[in-house]
């Protein structure tokens, strides 16, 4: 006659029933219990951290490719030498073809738009308080491409009136106590020439549009003016500060940078979203990993109470085990039975630490609402956190992370209490009986 098979139903049958510990004894019952809640929140904790990780880094990177260049052509200033004084200036670099260039630029296999740009920073006022700012001179069409600055969502005014006056961000609306329809005056450094030196030169302009980017440094410092009105405003006539790209595969923008040194001509000079941004998020991917391994740690805690609760049942159900082996059950069938009773701990322990992470992930907003709310908006900082809230993710690969750990854990710690039982003496275990 064959020998069962393992992993038998009779072996489960048997498993299942020592795990339900008789009121005699409490203290199996007692560290099971712990152990299965142990495990259940060290897994819920590590995947509501992962998704909120992920969120939060989305987030990022949404907000700044919502807002900026996936990368910038910039020419290089130039040191020019005036022969009479001998004296030696530097010119800023400037495209002064900047229609033809971007049209070149835009013509380049994966890259969607090229955008002529004027920069420069001033100094903003209205009703009497004050704000530096950046102002981007962009014309209308490129503007209203940028899906974070032209959601309804999240602005004031209508965009289609942008050629009117010029477009600020909430923080400085805000900071300056801006509406639609007021009016903003804008100091820039470097005005006309006199013959007495420079002079600031202040214009001012009507607030079309208010938008929020999603990111609190930018809605707090920059300002979009229609492209010829900033030439005029910057002395920057028949010329354009850099040129805006964006391609349609953001992560892989490196892989254009070559194409556009060529394009662009000699003295050009590439600035892409991860020289400005590659080292935050290399930041948060080590972050990442630090996160996993201590939080691993904390599953394998809770993971180590299987052991403590197995090596007290092995010790309680010596007698049981003296007489199934007597009755013919092999080594191999003790082992898997008090395998699968720390196994059966370990999976309802996932599976519930599965669902309540789920469960928390899906409302860490509602939950970082509340805390701000009890603590006056000091739980989630925008001007320290660098976005205006915490968003979470839930992703696949996360969550069978998560449940891998746990289960592998689960599986390993049962091995050692499980071969004690297995090789225990059935004349020992009966001798006292």
Known sequence: MSSPAPFSRYEFLIAWRYLRARRSEGGVSVMTWISLIGIALGVMALIATLAVRAGFRAEFVDTVLGANAHSTVYMVPQRVENDLTDEVYVVPGRFQEYDRIAADIAGLP??????????????????????????????????????????????????????????????????????????????????????????????????????????????????????????????????????????????????????????????????????????????????????????????????????????????????????????????????????????????????????????????????MAGLNALTNGGAWQPEVRGIYQLPAELRAWDIFRAVALSLTLSFIVTIFPARRAARMNPVEALRYE
């Open 110 to 367: 994966g890259v969607t738009r090229a955008a002529p740009v004027v920069r420069g920073q001033v100094m903003a006022t209205a009703n009497g308080k004050s704000n530096v700012a950046e102002v981007y001179g962009i014309s209308k069409d490129d503007l209203m491409a940028m899906p974070r600055i032209v959601d309804p969502n999240s602005s004031r005014g209508d965009v289609a009136q942008f050629e009117k006056g010029v477009a600020i961000g909430r923080g400085i609306a805000r900071e300056l106590s801006l509406d639609v329809g007021d009016r903003i005056r804008l100091i820039a450094p470097e005005g006309a020439r006199t013959a007495f030196g420079t002079t600031p030169r202040v214009n001012a302009y009507e607030v079309s549009y208010i938008f929020s980017a999603g990111r609190y440094d930018i809605d707090r410092t920059r300002i979009y003016m229609p492209l010829a009105l900033a030439q005029d405003y910057f002395n920057r006539e028949g010329s354009a500060d850099e040129i805006e790209v964006f391609v349609d595969d953001p992560e892989a923008v490196d892989d254009w940078t070559l194409p556009l040194l060529r394009t662009a001509g000699e003295g050009a000079q590439v600035w892409t979203w991860r020289d400005a941004s590659g080292s935050f998020l290399a930041a948060l991917d080590m972050e990442d990993d630090v996160m996993f391994v201590i939080l691993s740690v904390l599953v394998l805690i809770a993971s180590m109470n299987i052991t403590s609760g197995l090596v007290m049942l092995v010790k309680n159900k010596g007698r049981d085990i003296g007489i199934l082996r007597t009755m013919g059950l092999t080594e191999g069938a003790v082992l898997r039975v008090f395998f699968l009773c720390g196994a059966f701990t370990g999976i309802i322990g996932t599976v519930i630490g599965v669902l309540l992470g789920i469960l928390l992930a899906l409302n860490v907003e509602n939950i």
